[in-house]
C-alpha cells in the first residue's frame, strides 16, 4: 500500500460513511482504499467504469494507461470521455472527469497503452492492476508482469452481450496464461459492444479491486465469473493452474 497519509478527513467521513457501514469494510477499510494505487489499463468502456467506479469508492490514487484520442466512435461507451473531448487526449479527459467526481483523487494520466517498455514502472507502481486491455498482448504482459511483482490483478473481458471476470493472486491462483496459453486467432481489435455490457463488467472488475483492497469478500481466485447478458445467464467455473504455464508454473512462492 501506499505511504501517503491515510487518515480520513471529515469531508471523506461524511463522503464514505455508507460504504463505512458495509460489514467487514468499516474505517479501516475505508482508509485502505485511501491509501491504495490501482493501476487501470484503458479506460474506454469498460476501464473507464472500473475508475469511475474506484474513484467513487476513494481510491487514493488511480495509474491510467490509455493511448490515443477521444473519437466519436467512443462516445457509445466510454463514460469518462465528452463530445466537447473529441480529438484530445483520452487520458486527460479521463482524468478530467475523475477529479471532478473526486477532487481527492490522485490521478497518473499516462498517455501510453501498457508495453514491454513501462509494463515494469507502471505495475511497479499500483498495490492492485485492473486489466481492461482488448488485445491479448497488452493483457500477457501485464499478467506476468504482476507473476513477477506479485501483484493482484482483476483480468476483465467482454465482447458483444457477453463479459468476464476473474481475479489472479501470483503464487496461489491460476493466471492468465493458465486459462488462455494461446490469444484466438480470429481475435480482432473492433468487436460488437453496447455500454451497458463493457460497463458491467467494468463495475465487477471494480468490485474485485475494492475487495483485494479492504480484505471484505471473496474474490474470484481460481474462478471465472461468465456472463451472458441476452438471456441474462450468469455462471462460475474453476480454473486451475498449470503446472507446465510459462508464466507461473515454475514460481511455486506465495506472495
Not at 479527459?93 to 494520466?109: D, K
Not at 509494463?119 to 500477457?140: I, K, Q, S
Not at 462460475?236 to 506472495?255: E, K, Y
Request: hydrophobic share 40%; net charge neutral; proline share 6%.
Amino acid at each position: 500500500m501506499s505511504s501517503r497519509d491515510d487518515e480520513l478527513t471529515p469531508e471523506e467521513r461524511t463522503t464514505y460513511e455508507w460504504h463505512m457501514w458495509v460489514p467487514g469494510v468499516g474505517e479501516e477499510g475505508q482508509r485502505r482504499l485511501k491509501g491504495a494505487t490501482v493501476l487501470v489499463s484503458r479506460v474506454g468502456g469498460l476501464g473507464g467504469l472500473a475508475a469511475y467506479e474506484l474513484a467513487a469508492a476513494g481510491v487514493g490514487r488511480l495509474v491510467l494507461a490509455h493511448a490515443g484520442v477521444v473519437k466519436p466512435g467512443d462516445l457509445n461507451r466510454q463514460i469518462l470521455m465528452t463530445h466537447s473531448a473529441i480529438g484530445t487526449p483520452r487520458v486527460d479527459c479521463a482524468a478530467r472527469r475523475l477529479n471532478e467526481l473526486n477532487p481527492r483523487l490522485e490521478v497518473v494520466a499516462v498517455p501510453d497503452n501498457v508495453s514491454s517498455a513501462n509494463v515494469e514502472r507502471l505495475v511497479g507502481m499500483a498495490d492492485v492492476v485492473v486489466c481492461c486491455a482488448p488485445l491479448f498482448d497488452e493483457r500477457f504482459l501485464m499478467n506476468a508482469e504482476c507473476v513477477r511483482q506479485g501483484k493482484p490483478m482483476v483480468d476483465c473481458a467482454m465482447y458483444e452481450l457477453t463479459g468476464q471476470v476473474t481475479t489472479i493472486r501470483p503464487g496461489r491462483t491460476a493466471c492468465l496464461s493458465c486459462r488462455v496459453p494461446e490469444p484466438p486467432a480470429t481475435w480482432k481489435r473492433q468487436f460488437p459492444v453496447f455500454g451497458a455490457v463493457s460497463g458491467a463488467v467494468g463495475c465487477i472488475g471494480a468490485m474485485e479491486a475494492i475487495k483485494l483492497l479492504t480484505g471484505v469478500g471473496e474474490p474470484l481466485y481460481d474462478r471465472l465469473l461468465t456472463f451472458d447478458l441476452r438471456d441474462m445467464r450468469f455462471r462460475v467455473v474453476g480454473i486451475s493452474r498449470r503446472a507446465d504455464c510459462p508464466t507461473c508454473g515454475a514460481d511455486d512462492h506465495a506472495h
